[in-house]
């Protein structure tokens, strides 16, 4: 028997779920072949060819590493998801993913594969920085190496590998207008109206190579918002060691994650549409209020727990819900940021608020908090400084908003909780980490100076000076009597 998860090995392998759709066509391209997708797009798709849809499989696309294809490859590109509560596991493999094309290394068969007619959807998970965007969040960040790369090289981009995403989608949306094939295209990131803004890239970078090439994509390629939700955390050494345990076989590729697992849709596709309906999904017309609240609530409550827990010395997300300080927080933030959210079709918010901790509590899924304090200039402006917005709008100043905002300039000075040095991971992290440690002893230019810098904040609660003046006030009360001390303030 062979020694890794293949296809020549799945016969012997006994007791777990395996993929019915092997053999089925190529249809949706992926964007950004991460952990994530593995463990809930592919894992959608997978339960749809086992119902007999041959017309969808996968192939991906990674736009930096080939570190997952040289993993997935010998695996024949089948892996293991792992679903654990508490110590309980329901293992399964899945057969969805075709292949991966690595871009720096496979240019022309990545846009063949992006403007091939049969390709009917491209879905995209690239983290919030991999839109390209600038400050305002709201345009194309022309100034960004890669996006300023494409542009200057865009006649030659296939022979030289696109570096951004959009000038790979314009890029593709260009050959695909010589034949004239229609494109669906999905954005899979926790960000607000994604679809929308994935748009206004392309559309941005189209109109600066070629305007009759904006008027193709206006007419045939259409760009569905979409809300995407499962705790899926970094793959372990211990993980690998489990899963060849309860397989027999070894498996590179395998993802543990959450029971738990929700993907709403805008239904705007100008095509063929997977019928992910049958398998779980939800088409919608409108997504906002759906992407309001698990932004908000749940990443809101993530990322407030990954810095203050981080600063506190908690290595996991569970570790840091179930201090009873983080917990009581957590709480106030949701009794917060509540009255901001609108009404959810079918859901009733407090108790889904409440089952997001529960959720944060599982052991199973150990989630580290600096894997969620990545990146915090891309991801706390929708997460906690919009509804921070809408709540001084209605004459509230949100207190464990204020709070987060404070430990966030706390953590980008780059200190643990024993005073030991870390990396800082942020596109910003330069810029931001050496303003926090200049500011370091200067609470008030340590705090305009990064909430300026970052653009976290929309101009309007970054000119309130009773919000930015109690972001001021708990990065000092942190400083004189710690981050548990200052967080026992908070009411």
Not at 204 to 214: C, M, N, S
Request: charged share 20%.
């Amino acid at each position: 028997m062979s020694q890794v998860l293949s296809k020549e090995s799945l016969s012997s392998i006994k007791g777990v779920a395996k993929p019915l759709g092997q053999e089925a066509k190529v249809g949706i391209a992926h964007i950004g072949i991460g952990a994530f997708h593995r463990a809930h797009q592919a894992v959608y798709t997978d339960d749809l060819l086992n119902l007999g849809d041959k017309n969808w499989k996968i192939s991906a696309i990674s736009l930096r590493s080939s570190k997952i294809k040289d993993a997935m490859a010998p695996q024949d590109y089948l892996y293991s998801v792992v679903e654990r509560a508490g110590s309980e596991n329901h293992t399964r493999i899945v057969g969805a993913i075709d292949q991966v094309l690595v871009a720096p290394k496979e240019p022309e068969a990545v846009l063949a594969l992006l403007s091939n007619a049969q390709t009917k959807v491209v879905t995209l998970t690239v983290t919030e920085k991999g839109y390209c965007r600038d400050k305002s969040g709201l345009h194309l960040d022309e100034g960004n190496d890669a996006v300023a790369h494409d542009l200057t090289e865009f006649a030659n981009l296939g022979e030289k590998a696109p570096k951004s995403v959009p000038g790979l989608l314009v890029k593709a949306c260009e050959i695909r207008k010589s034949t004239n094939s229609p494109l669906t295209i999905i954005s899979c990131d926790n960000l607000p109206s994604n679809g929308a803004v994935t748009r206004t890239i392309v559309m941005e970078f189209a109109a600066k190579v070629d305007k009759a090439l904006v008027q193709w994509i206006e007419s045939n390629v259409s760009f569905c918002n979409s809300m995407v939700d499962r705790i899926v955390p970094a793959t372990t050494d211990a993980d690998y060691t489990d899963i060849r345990n309860i397989l027999g076989v070894a498996d590179q590729s395998v993802v543990f994650t959450e029971p738990f697992k929700q993907w709403i849709i805008e239904d705007n596709f100008i095509a063929e549409r997977p019928a992910w309906d049958k398998v779980g999904a939800i088409f919608v017309k409108d997504v906002e209020p759906f992407e309001d609240m698990k932004l908000r609530l749940l990443n809101g409550a993530h990322s407030a727990l990954a810095y203050i827990g981080f600063l506190l010395g908690y290595e996991f997300i569970h570790e840091a819900v179930t201090d009873i300080d983080c917990a009581h927080f957590a709480k106030l933030l949701h009794q917060d940021v509540l009255p901001t959210v609108s009404a959810v079709p079918g859901i009733d918010l407090p108790v889904y608020a409440d089952t997001i901790l529960a959720r944060f509590a599982n052991q199973g899924v150990p989630y580290k908090t600096t894997q969620v304090a990545c990146d915090g200039s891309q991801k706390l402006p929708q997460r906690l400084a919009a509804p921070a917005l809408t709540l001084l709008e209605q004459g509230h100043v949100s207190k464990p908003i204020a709070f987060v905002l404070a430990a966030w300039c706390k953590f980008l000075e780059g200190k643990d909780s024993q005073g030991n040095c870390f990396s800082v991971t942020d596109p910003m992290a330069e810029p931001l980490v050496a303003l926090a440690n200049q500011y370091a002893h200067d609470s008030e230019m340590q705090v305009k100076q990064i909430l300026s810098e970052s653009g976290v904040c929309a101009p309007r609660l970054l000119k309130s000076e009773e919000f930015v003046g109690l972001v001021i006030t708990y990065v000092n009360t942190i400083n004189m009597i710690g981050v548990r001390g200052a967080l026992k303030q908070v009411s």
